[in-house]
């Protein structure tokens, strides 16, 4: 085997042991399911559980406490350990679940795995599938998108479109982190483009798209522009 060929083997073995490791400390991770569209803030962060106090009506009738992406990471980032949140297909019955931000997330401080995979209109089947989960500002907003920080270095973020950010759409500032499914900058969303680069990476051993490595190739492509 040519030396080139055997070193980008054991790089892209090594780059899968990472993202492994990672999918798997996320299997036993804390759960947190969001259930709406809104923006409100959790009511007690550490609680264990993503409420905003309010009650959001679901199938029958029957009442549930709401779970907002903001809240999600805001539990999360008061909870140590991994986290997983997903998005409700019983609740988010919309074939694309559009949120729109009226200030800046919170940054993320403990590794999460954000999957919008989840979500009701993706179709895991199809590999070139866009996002069902689509985040933006709202009108007359000017923030970043989301910001992985240090302390969030192993999370994944996967199957999300972030557009119209004044900043960067995605800020990577740990190690370790996986970001594959998303459409950065482009998608049918009300406003397209962001103010900075598409993903600004200052971490190291960030995995930005498919895996590749001894011939094959693993999870799903970006799209950035």
């Known amino acids: 085997m040519p030396i080139s060929l055997f070193i980008f083997s054991v790089v892209g073995i090594m780059v899968m042991v990472i993202v492994l490791m990672g999918f798997a400390s996320m299997a036993t991770a804390n759960i947190y399911t969001v259930n709406s569209i809104s923006d409100r803030s959790d009511t007690s962060p550490g609680s264990g559980g993503c409420n905003t106090g309010f009650l959001i009506p679901g199938p029958g009738g029957a009442l549930a406490n709401e779970c907002t992406l903001r809240a999600a990471i805001e539990e999360a980032n008061a909870r140590s350990g991994a986290d997983n949140v997903r998005f409700s297909t019983v609740f988010l019955t919309n074939f694309t679940v559009e949120l729109t931000l009226l200030s800046a997330l919170p940054p993320i401080t403990d590794p999460i795995a954000i999957e919008g995979y989840s979500a009701l209109g993706f179709d895991e089947s199809n590999p070139n599938e866009s996002p069902a989960v689509r985040i933006e500002p709202d009108d007359g907003v000017v923030i970043p ?5 240090a302390g969030a270095g192993g999370s994944v973020i996967q199957g999300l479109a972030l557009n119209g ?14 970001v594959q499914g998303s459409h950065i900058g482009i998608g049918p969303i009300t406003r397209s483009g962001n103010g900075g680069n598409g993903i600004e990476i200052l971490g190291n051993t960030n995995v930005i798209g498919k895996v590749c490595g001894a011939g094959t190739c693993s999870g799903r492509g970006n799209v950035i522009a």
């Open 145 to 149: 998108g989301l910001v992985l920080s």
């Open 165 to 178: 950010f004044a900043f960067s759409a995605l800020r990577i500032l740990g190690d370790n982190n996986v």
